[in-house]
C-alpha cells in the first residue's frame, strides 16, 4: 500500500503546499504503511529531486507541453494514470484552487469518495478517516471511504511539513496519452495578478479589514499595519461587495480559506461566513468598537476600541519593534 501525493507546481516551481501535504503522508504512511510517491504533471522538471527531503520515496513526472499551465483534462488524466499504476490506497492533494478543481474532476473520474479542506486525518483499523468542518464551519465532520482509494484535500497552513530529511526522490517519468486537441476546453492566456503581493492561503500573517473602516480609502491603514508585519491584506465580504478591494483578497466561505499563524481582524463583526474562511487560524486578534461583536468570539486577543485609533498606535508600535531587531 502506499500514499499518493499531487504535487502543485506554477511557472516552474513547485507551491509551498506540497510540503504540508507531504508532511502529513508522511506521519500517515507510519501507521498505514507504505511508501509515499507524488505525482506531478509539468512541462518539464521543477526539482522533484528535491522533494525527497519533504518525505517523498519517488515522483511520477508526466511531461507535456500543455502542462506549463493547469490543464484540468490533462491533469486529471496524468492522476488517474498515477493512481492506476501506483494503486495508493490514499491520494492527497493540497485545498488551493487547483487542488479545489482537480480533486473532484479525479474523484468523479474514478468514482470513489473524496473529502474536502481537511483539518485532520487519521486512521482506524487500516482505513483513513478525514475531520473536515461543515456548515460554514458550525460543526465538525469525520468521513471514512468505503473505496479505496480515499482522496483527500488538505487545508493550507494547518498541516505541518516533515523535518528535513536531506534525502533526493526518485523522478522516475510517466507516460501520458494527452491529447489537447480531443480535450473540450483549453488554456489560451493567463492573466496573473500584479507582483510582489503573497498569496492569503500562503501567508503566515493576514490584515483583514472590514465595513468598519467606513471607506476604500482607509484601508491605508490596513496596508500599513501588514507592511510592517510583513503580512498579507484581506478583506471581509462585505468591503469586497462594496468594491473597496478585489475578489481575491475576500476570506470567508465564498473567498478564501486560510489558516495563518497570525490573523487580524480590523473592523470586522465575525459574520459566520467570514468565520468559516479563518477560525483556524492559530491566532487570532481582533479590534472593533462593539464589544458583543461575534468576532470576538473566537478571537484569542481583542481589542475593544475605534480602530482609527488603535490601528495607527499598533502599527508605530511594530515599526518601533521592527527597528531594534
Same mark, same amino acid.
Given at each position: 500500500?502506499?500514499?499518493?501525493?499531487?504535487?502543485?507546481?506554477?511557472?516552474?516551481?513547485?507551491?509551498?503546499?506540497?510540503?504540508?501535504? !507531504?508532511?502529513?503522508?508522511?506521519?500517515?504512511?507510519?501507521?498505514?504503511?507504505?511508501?509515499?510517491?507524488?505525482?506531478?504533471? +509539468?512541462?518539464?522538471?521543477?526539482? !522533484?529531486?528535491?522533494?525527497?527531503?519533504?518525505?517523498?520515496? /519517488?515522483? !511520477?513526472?508526466?511531461?507535456?507541453?500543455?502542462?506549463?499551465?493547469? $490543464?484540468?483534462?490533462?491533469?486529471?488524466?496524468?492522476?488517474?494514470?498515477?493512481?492506476?499504476?501506483?494503486?495508493?490506497?490514499?491520494?492527497?492533494?493540497? +485545498?488551493?484552487?487547483?487542488? /479545489?478543481?482537480?480533486?473532484?474532476?479525479?474523484?468523479?473520474?474514478?468514482?470513489?469518495?473524496? *473529502?474536502? $479542506?481537511?483539518?485532520?486525518? +487519521?486512521?482506524?483499523?487500516?482505513?483513513?478517516?478525514?475531520? /473536515?468542518?461543515?456548515? *460554514?464551519?458550525? +460543526?465538525?465532520?469525520?468521513?471514512?471511504?468505503?473505496?479505496?482509494?480515499? !482522496?483527500?484535500?488538505?487545508?493550507?497552513?494547518?498541516?505541518?511539513?516533515?523535518?528535513?530529511?536531506?534525502? *533526493?526522490?526518485?523522478?522516475?517519468?510517466?507516460?501520458?496519452?494527452?491529447?489537447?486537441?480531443?480535450?473540450?476546453?483549453?488554456?489560451? /492566456?493567463?492573466?496573473?495578478?500584479?507582483?510582489?503581493?503573497?498569496?492569503?492561503?500562503?501567508? $503566515?500573517?493576514?490584515?483583514?479589514?472590514g465595513r468598519g473602516l467606513k471607506e476604500p480609502q482607509n484601508f491605508k491603514l490596513i496596508e500599513e499595519l501588514a507592511e510592517a508585519l510583513g503580512a498579507a491584506v484581506g478583506a471581509s465580504r462585505a468591503a469586497v461587495d462594496a468594491g473597496w478591494r478585489p475578489?481575491?483578497?475576500?476570506?470567508?466561505?465564498?473567498?478564501?480559506?486560510?489558516?495563518?499563524?497570525?490573523?487580524?481582524?480590523?473592523?470586522?463583526?465575525?459574520?459566520i461566513q467570514h468565520l468559516a474562511g479563518m477560525s483556524s487560524s492559530r491566532c487570532i486578534v481582533a479590534i472593533n468598537k462593539d464589544p458583543e461583536a461575534p468576532i470576538f468570539k473566537v478571537a484569542d486577543y481583542g481589542v475593544v476600541g475605534d480602530l482609527f485609533?488603535?490601528?495607527?498606535?499598533?502599527?508605530?508600535?511594530?515599526?518601533?519593534?521592527?527597528?531594534?531587531?
Amino acid at each position: 500500500m502506499s500514499i499518493l501525493v499531487f504535487v502543485e507546481q506554477r511557472d516552474g516551481r513547485v507551491r509551498s503546499i506540497v510540503r504540508e501535504v !507531504l508532511g502529513e503522508a508522511t506521519r500517515l504512511a507510519a501507521v498505514l504503511g507504505g511508501p509515499v510517491a507524488g505525482i506531478c504533471p +509539468a512541462a518539464s522538471d521543477p526539482g !522533484l529531486a528535491a522533494l525527497g527531503d519533504a518525505g517523498a520515496e /519517488r515522483v !511520477l513526472l508526466a511531461t507535456h507541453e500543455a502542462f506549463a499551465c493547469y $490543464d484540468a483534462s490533462g491533469y486529471t488524466q496524468a492522476v488517474v494514470a498515477a493512481i492506476e499504476a501506483l494503486k495508493p490506497q490514499v491520494v492527497l492533494f493540497g +485545498a488551493s484552487a487547483m487542488g /479545489r478543481d482537480l480533486a473532484p474532476r479525479v474523484a468523479a473520474r474514478l468514482g470513489v469518495g473524496l *473529502a474536502t $479542506d481537511c483539518t485532520a486525518l +487519521a486512521a482506524d483499523g487500516g482505513r483513513l478517516i478525514a475531520t /473536515r468542518p461543515v456548515f *460554514a464551519g458550525k +460543526a465538525i465532520q469525520k468521513a471514512a471511504f468505503p473505496r479505496s482509494p480515499a !482522496l483527500a484535500s488538505l487545508r493550507p497552513k494547518v498541516f505541518a511539513p516533515a523535518a528535513p530529511s536531506g534525502r *533526493a526522490a526518485a523522478v522516475e517519468p510517466l507516460a501520458t496519452s494527452f491529447d489537447p486537441v480531443a480535450a473540450r476546453a483549453k488554456v489560451v /492566456r493567463m492573466a496573473a495578478a500584479a507582483g510582489g503581493k503573497v498569496d492569503l492561503t500562503e501567508a $503566515d500573517v493576514i490584515v483583514s479589514g472590514g465595513r468598519g473602516l467606513k471607506e476604500p480609502q482607509n484601508f491605508k491603514l490596513i496596508e500599513e499595519l501588514a507592511e510592517a508585519l510583513g503580512a498579507a491584506v484581506g478583506a471581509s465580504r462585505a468591503a469586497v461587495d462594496a468594491g473597496w478591494r478585489p475578489h481575491s483578497e475576500q476570506v470567508g466561505q465564498t473567498g478564501k480559506t486560510v489558516s495563518p499563524k497570525l490573523y487580524v481582524a480590523v473592523g470586522i463583526s465575525g459574520a459566520i461566513q467570514h468565520l468559516a474562511g479563518m477560525s483556524s487560524s492559530r491566532c487570532i486578534v481582533a479590534i472593533n468598537k462593539d464589544p458583543e461583536a461575534p468576532i470576538f468570539k473566537v478571537a484569542d486577543y481583542g481589542v475593544v476600541g475605534d480602530l482609527f485609533e488603535v490601528v495607527p498606535a499598533l502599527t508605530e508600535a511594530v515599526k518601533q519593534l521592527n527597528a531594534h531587531v
